[in-house]
Each structure stands twice: as structure tokens, then as C-alpha cells.
């Protein structure tokens, strides 16, 4: 029953892996975001689709590629992860129609460490 | 950079005071929202208020907006314990896929 969903909710690696977050809405929104945030619990947008679109590809390094497969899922992929990618990472998905009165749901959160 | 900025960036209330936080953000908007983050969890959208308007409320939830002076406020009334939690103000959303930029938050911890 979980709106939005992410897996894992802990990552831990080694600095140079590759690994994936994976992120899934059961809502039939249509738009769906990464979001990162960092230890003083500061959040940036990352990455924004809109029906499998990408709409908003904010300043990241490209090490960091999202993949939307359909409207329901937002992957992310890292690759050669470093000690500051360590954050807690969060999707958030929103129909764009309602986006302006309903707010938008996040999923619990992915939690990287990077050691 | 970063929109909106909360004020004070921690407060700490007995159960029963009334919690205010001030958001301030620079640019134009099309609504503010506010959003609820407990400890190790997601965020949780509160309620939205709209450029053209001057308060909301939802519960014991209440929120101002003043546009001329960029700034809003999240009025908590009558805190609980489980009111506890870390507050974000965030602009923008717009009317479609419009990202929402987060101020840095208020922590808020409500003794019992």
C-alpha cells in the first residue's frame, strides 16, 4: 500500500562502485523526482520526469544518470561513488495537474554511505 | 541556491505551547507549501498556500503568506509530543512539474 516506494532504504559501498536506487509510485502520477539531502538536512532537486520525460536535469555530475522505464518508476544509477555522494536520497512523485494544491508525496528515503 | 530560509532553525516547546516558524524566499512564487520530516522518514506535505492568498488553515495548522515581504509563517496550536519533527518551507511546484526548492528547516521538539 506504500504510495511511493524506494529500495533500498540502506546502501553502504566502497568508494569506485556502481549501484542503483530504485523508486516506485503506485499513485498513476505523472511526474517523479530525485531529491538529495545532505547532512544539515538541506534538499536539492536532482533529477525530474514527467510521463518517462526528463524536464529538470539540475547541476549533477554525470556520474549520477536516472532512468525512467514508465511514469511508475525513477531509477538511479551512480557510478565510481565518492565519500560526498554520502546523503539520504528521496523520490517524490506528483500528478502535474494537482501538483499546485496537493503537494507532493516522498517516498522514506535511501540512505548512502560511502566509505 | 537556496529559496527559502526558516526561522529560528531550532525551537524547543513544552505540550500545549504554540510553535511558530518563518519561512523567507527571494523570488516570485506561484505557492508555498509546508512539509513535515520525522526522523529518518520521508516528507510529508502539510498544506499549500497560493500566491493570492493571505492564510490557510488545516487542524491546528495555520499559515500566513505575505508576498510583499517574501515571507510565510507555519502556526502550530496546541503541540503534541509526536509534533516533533524537522518543518521545510519550499516554493515553486507551479502548475506543472515544476520543482520545489526547500529552505534549510526548523527542528522543532515538543517536551511532554
Known amino acids: 500500500d506504500t504510495a511511493v516506494s524506494q529500495t533500498p532504504k540502506y546502501l553502504v559501498t566502497q568508494m569506485g562502485n556502481d549501484k542503483s536506487i530504485k523508486c516506485e509510485q503506485n499513485?498513476?502520477?505523472?511526474?517523479m523526482y530525485w531529491y538529495k539531502q545532505d547532512s544539515k538536512k538541506f534538499l536539492k532537486i536532482m533529477f525530474s520526469y514527467n510521463n518517462k520525460e526528463l524536464i529538470i536535469n539540475e547541476t549533477v555530475p554525470n556520474r549520477f544518470s536516472p532512468k525512467s522505464p514508465d511514469k511508475a518508476h525513477l531509477n538511479l544509477h551512480i557510478n565510481s561513488l565518492e565519500l560526498g555522494d554520502s546523503a539520504v536520497y528521496f523520490c517524490?512523485?506528483?500528478?502535474?495537474?494537482?501538483?499546485?494544491?496537493?503537494?507532493?508525496?516522498f517516498g522514506s528515503g535511501t540512505r548512502l554511505t560511502v566509505v | 541556491s537556496q529559496q527559502g530560509e526558516e526561522d529560528p532553525q531550532a525551537l524547543s516547546i513544552q505540550e500545549g505551547e504554540n510553535a511558530t516558524m518563518n519561512c523567507s524566499y527571494k523570488?516570485?512564487?506561484?505557492?508555498l507549501q509546508w512539509y513535515r520530516q520525522n526522523s529518518g522518514r520521508g516528507l510529508v506535505h502539510l498544506i499549500l498556500i497560493r500566491s493570492n492568498e493571505r492564510e490557510k488553515h488545516s487542524g491546528r495548522l495555520r499559515v500566513t503568506l505575505d508576498t510583499s515581504k517574501k515571507s510565510s509563517s507555519l502556526l502550530i496550536t496546541a503541540s503534541r509530543a509526536a509534533d516533533t519533527a524537522s518543518y521545510f518551507c519550499?516554493?515553486?511546484?507551479?502548475?506543472?512539474?515544476?520543482?520545489?526548492?526547500f529552505g534549510q528547516g526548523t527542528i522543532l521538539t515538543v517536551h511532554p
Open positions: 499513485l498513476g502520477h505523472d511526474t
Open positions: 519550499a516554493t515553486g511546484g507551479g502548475t506543472s512539474y515544476g520543482k520545489l526548492t
Open positions: 517524490a512523485s506528483s500528478q502535474a495537474s494537482t501538483g499546485a494544491t496537493r503537494g507532493y508525496t
Open positions: 523570488t516570485s512564487i506561484n505557492n
